[in-house]
């Protein structure tokens, strides 16, 4: 294969730096492995490592400061078969950390080229995530409060399968850079060199000195075994292809006649866990059935197994403008945190309202008529008092009418589940007017 | 009539994949969560992608690969997301890189309050960018429009290769509410156009200097370039200052003088009225009766609900503003769009009423601001 060096853009790297050497290798693996440039996607970012994809006739993407990795990932999902190739400085490793563990811990078959030269060249040698602390940098003492990261025992740590470390200077380097571009998988290359523009201005560091630095260190040089899995976008694709395809939403045409040609405000006042949202969705639906409009509007903590819980239904035959209450023609008390949330509300009722009150569930004096029911009583289970609610209103002839509310189950619920709903709603009686 | 029960986020995540949409990732984060879990089960049995990003910098990062590489792309989150976007952001406008964003805004400032609506972002969506070129933002006031208006989103998006943003509010976002599926009338979805196959292929080169760049796709045939530097038609990185005048005004002007043929509006201009009612997003709603409740109390008042926020539907402001001789704004803000409305109807009386409290605005509210001022 060619070269795929840019002829009419040359590297224009300080004289002396390891990242042309880079370039250089990169490019001769890339001939060895017989790719087109049309087949290999460079990602870069910024500082001098972002400087690589223009010296390569290849696909070229270069973004923001360490967020390589996430256009990489975009490029990867979509088009499995381009080769794509991530170069990013030490700086890259600190400002976009979180991008590196999700890389290494998702397994998307990307290489990832760290130019790990330990400083930021570009904007004066201040100190990185991976600075030596005994090092003289543009960051004065700061550097010397921290210990450099170890980008490979972070990367084994975070589950990379693929994981190398090595100079840039070794003579190998070309084939480190294929073997890790081949690996199906994430692989990880962390190659250390000097950068004469800055660091090694103020700091003696030699070819040999890397080497000696390095073996200091645990040494990774490919494949780490107990992270070997499979490829994170061919098991996407393989469980994707096993999903069930959402269906159209459900089309419910109107059955029947609606109880009354005004609009119905009905606000259902309880605890979590008591199926309130539920309750409220299918009194909706029976409206539906009976050709009007609904909108739904819930309230609840964010803790959903505890606190109040309340669903602002409207039922009309003209568009619904307002989704909020103001007052209600029917309230259902449930439970008492929900009254408790609404309790001003109760005092705004006239004689016209209609009060649902369980049985148990205390509810502020106010004009309107009040029903009471005992759901305890009767045997239902706090889970069920919202769908019963909805069996009294029906059964009241409030707001909804059995059919209505037999249909919006159907709808809904299937199996076991529906059953059990239109026994509830059929079973409740309905209670006494106070 | 066919009636479907639905809320505002599904109608996104359904309008989104009837638009081609086939690549989403999102960050959870509440009210816009649901359109992460409606994407997440529509997207793959179609062969598309939904990812959960490690943060919503990863989240919109993703998109943006993915849209160049040839895909159409979404991302939802609420406004906190919006401010960790914000330098993406900046890059899919100056790179010209087609994607919509979802801005299901919650009470502000900072992470607020996480179930309660605002229209607090309008502002922002806007100028959040570094560079101050113009966006599209579209505003729905209903689960209809939730449909509609993201299917519009894709179709600018692809047409003017920019972000494009559907700012909902998690009142519209998280309620329920019916809509007749016959009804729906989303326009017919439109694809980025590849450039003149008979001259060289230049990523950043639009016909003539003027307009929108013809799209080829990252992992194409032909190498293709990206780049968030200041660039040239060649996506090479440029210091030449006529080159760099000749980019932004391009870029700047493919937006700006699309402002009519982006602006979606409903006027319903009343007869005698001495007061127009300019709104968007939920609060049309509240104002659409309170303009009923006001012509019953023989005041009537004439009304603009805008679809599109940015760029700003000048030209339909002026038009419905003349002959009333007072417009009151009415947002879900301390005091946003109102500015704009100012700017561009100097000499005329423009009033305000707003609240961002996690209510919404009543329309008795808003009778009374007609009325008293």
């Avoid at chain 1, 190998?172 to 690996?183: L, N, P, S, T």
């Avoid at chain 1, 309230?299 to 309340?310: A, C, E, F, H, K």
């Avoid at chain 2, 003349?322 to 005329?348: C, D, K, S, T």
Wanted: glycine share 10%.
């Amino acid at each position: 294969m060619d070269s795929l060096l840019n002829a009419a853009r040359p590297p224009v790297f300080c004289p002396g730096c390891s990242h042309e050497r880079i370039t250089h290798t990169l490019d001769k693996a890339f001939q060895t492995m017989g790719l087109g440039g049309e087949r290999i996607a460079m990602v870069s970012d910024i500082g001098c490592s972002g400087l690589f994809d223009t010296f390569f006739n290849t696909h070229a993407f270069h973004g923001l400061h360490g967020r390589a990795l996430t256009y990489a990932a975009g490029l990867k999902l979509v088009r499995p078969e381009l080769t794509v190739v991530v170069t990013m400085g030490d700086g890259g490793q600190g400002i976009g950390g979180a991008h590196l563990l999700a890389a290494c811990r998702r397994n998307l078959d990307l290489t990832l080229l760290v130019l790990n030269n330990f400083n930021f060249g570009m904007t004066g040698g201040q100190y990185s995530a991976t600075t030596p602390p005994d090092a003289e940098v543009g960051s004065g003492f700061l550097n010397r409060l921290e210990q450099p990261l170890d980008i490979c025992g972070v990367a084994r740590a975070a589950g990379a399968p693929y994981v190398v470390r090595c100079s840039a200077y070794r003579s190998d380097i070309a084939e480190v850079i294929r073997k890790a571009v081949e690996f199906k998988g994430f692989s990880v290359v962390d190659i250390w060199g000097i950068c004469p523009g800055r660091f090694s201005k103020r700091n003696r560091l030699t070819t040999k000195g890397i080497e000696e630095m390095l073996s200091r260190l645990t040494p990774f040089e490919g494949q780490v075994p107990e992270n070997q899995r499979r490829e994170f976008g061919e098991h996407y694709r393989e469980l994707a292809a096993a999903q069930k395809t959402v269906p159209p939403p459900q089309a419910i045409t109107s059955a029947f006649a609606p109880v009354s040609c005004d609009r119905q405000e009905v606000i259902m006042l309880g605890s979590a866990g008591q199926r309130i949202i539920t309750a409220g969705e299918i009194l909706c639906l029976a409206g539906l059935h009976a050709g009007l409009n609904a909108t739904q509007k819930n309230d609840y903590d964010i803790t959903v197994l505890r606190g109040p819980s309340i669903s602002e239904m409207i039922l009309s035959p003209q568009a619904i403008d307002c989704t909020s209450i103001q007052r209600p023609s029917v309230v259902v008390a449930l439970g008492p945190e929900g009254v408790a949330r609404r309790r001003k509300m109760f005092a705004a009722l006239d004689d016209t309202g209609t009060v649902i009150q369980a049985v148990g569930v205390d509810v502020p004096a106010g004009r309107a008529r009040t029903h009471r029911v005992d759901f305890k009583g009767q045997g239902f289970k706090g889970t069920d008092w919202a769908l019963a609610s909805l069996g009294v209103l029906s059964k009241l002839g409030v707001v909804i009418r059995p059919e209505m509310l037999e249909a919006a189950l159907t709808a809904r619920l299937k199996g076991d589940a529906l059953a059990g709903a239109l026994e509830v709603v059929c079973r409740v009686a309905p209670g006494e007017w106070l | 009539m066919a009636l479907a029960l639905m809320e505002g986020n599904e109608a996104i995540a359904r309008g989104a994949v009837a638009a081609g949409c086939r690549f989403f990732a999102g960050y959870p984060i509440t009210p816009a969560t649901t359109i992460l879990n409606h994407m997440l089960a529509m997207l793959p049995p179609l062969g598309g992608v939904c990812i959960q990003g490690e943060d919503e910098i990863a989240s919109i990062g993703f998109c943006l690969g993915a849209s160049m590489a040839g895909v159409k792309a979404m991302t939802a989150t609420s406004g906190p997301g919006i401010s960790l976007y914000s330098e993406q952001i900046s890059f899919a406008i100056g790179s010209e890189i087609p994607i919509v964003i979802v801005d299901i805004q919650r009470l502000g400032p900072s992470t607020g309050s996480a179930t309660r609506g605002a229209d607090g972002d309008v502002q922002f969506l806007q100028w959040g960018n570094s560079g101050g070129l113009p966006v599209i933002v579209l505003a729905p006031t209903d689960v209809t429009d939730c449909y509609t208006l993201t299917v519009h989103a894709f179709n600018l998006a692809e047409r003017y290769r920019c972000p494009v943003f559907v700012a909902s509010n998690k009142e519209i976002a998280m309620t329920r509410e019916s809509l007749d599926l016959e009804r729906l009338t989303p326009p017919a979805p439109v694809d980025r156009v590849a450039p003149p196959p008979d001259q060289p292929f230049l990523p950043f080169q639009a016909s003539d200097g003027e307009g929108v760049p013809g799209f080829l796709p990252i992992g194409g045939r032909i190498p293709v370039r990206q780049t968030s530097s200041t660039h040239g038609p060649d996506g090479f990185i440029t210091t030449d200052p006529s080159e760099i005048t000749r980019a932004l005004t391009r870029m700047q002007s493919k937006i700006n003088s699309a402002a009519d043929q982006v602006a979606m509006v409903d006027h319903h201009p009343a007869e005698d009225a001495e007061t127009l009612i300019v709104t968007y997003g939920v609060s049309s709603r509240a104002a659409g009766a309170a303009v009923r409740e006001l012509q019953r109390r023989g005041k009537p008042t004439s009304l603009l609900v805008l679809k599109t926020l940015w760029p700003v539907p000048a030209a339909a402001i002026r038009r419905a503003a003349g002959g009333v001789q007072r417009i009151l704004a009415v947002e879900m803000n301390l005091g946003q769009y109102v500015r704009e409305i100012e700017r561009i109807l100097p000499g005329q009386a423009v009033g305000f009423c707003g609240q961002m409290d996690g209510r919404l605005i009543a329309p008795e509210t808003i009778v009374e601001a007609v009325i008293h001022g």
